[in-house]
């Protein structure tokens, strides 16, 4: 989805911001594995020298079939990415993992399902992370979709159109400075 914000999404505060200030790794049609494939041929590598200080990830509504929520499977994949994430830079930097949009194709259960089983997987990930070093603030935070999104705001199956974009773009981007500030301030 955050790859739309360069068509789509093209207006929002989002959309309008360029590399080096935005680094924008989205594809259409991508699921968990694909994201570790591309890791694996050395997208981290490069982000490495980047120094980034804030990932936003929308992942996993590809994942999702219309009468299954995420796998174990899926969130295990899900896990992988954190953990090279925050393992990658010695200051690691703020992780935002952000639930996902309902779909027209798939019952409303297995989207909430799949948001539940992704925010426990943050909690999961923020104690693993402060027992490994003795700390008591987190890099990884969960965000809801804007409950406003539903389907009206979709241009198709799963992507948003243009007001819905801006209705996440007014959540979504506060949210980043605040995670910038954050980050900044460590």
Request: avoid cysteine.
């Amino acid at each position: 989805m955050l790859e739309r914000f360069k068509t789509t999404g093209k207006d929002s505060r989002i959309g309008q911001m360029q590399y080096p200030q935005l680094f924008n790794a989205g594809v259409g049609g991508d699921k968990i594995e694909n994201v570790l494939y591309r890791i694996n041929l050395g997208l981290l590598r490069l982000l490495k020298l980047r120094n980034p200080k804030v990932f936003v990830l929308y992942l996993g509504g590809n994942n999702i079939q219309p009468k299954q929520a995420l796998t174990h499977q899926n969130l295990d994949d899900y896990y992988l990415l954190l953990q090279a994430l925050l393992m990658t830079w010695p200051t690691p930097p703020q992780i935002l993992v952000t639930g996902l949009f309902k779909q027209k194709k798939v019952d409303e259960q297995y989207i909430t399902q799949s948001n539940t089983a992704l925010e426990e997987l943050v909690v999961k990930t923020n104690i693993a992370e402060m027992q490994k070093h003795a700390q008591q603030d987190h890099w990884v935070h969960w965000m809801e979709p804007p409950k406003q999104i539903g389907l009206k705001y979709l241009q198709d199956d799963v992507h948003l159109n243009t007001d819905g974009y801006q209705i996440w773009d007014d959540a979504l981007y506060p949210k980043i400075q605040e995670l910038l500030h954050l980050h900044n301030s460590r």
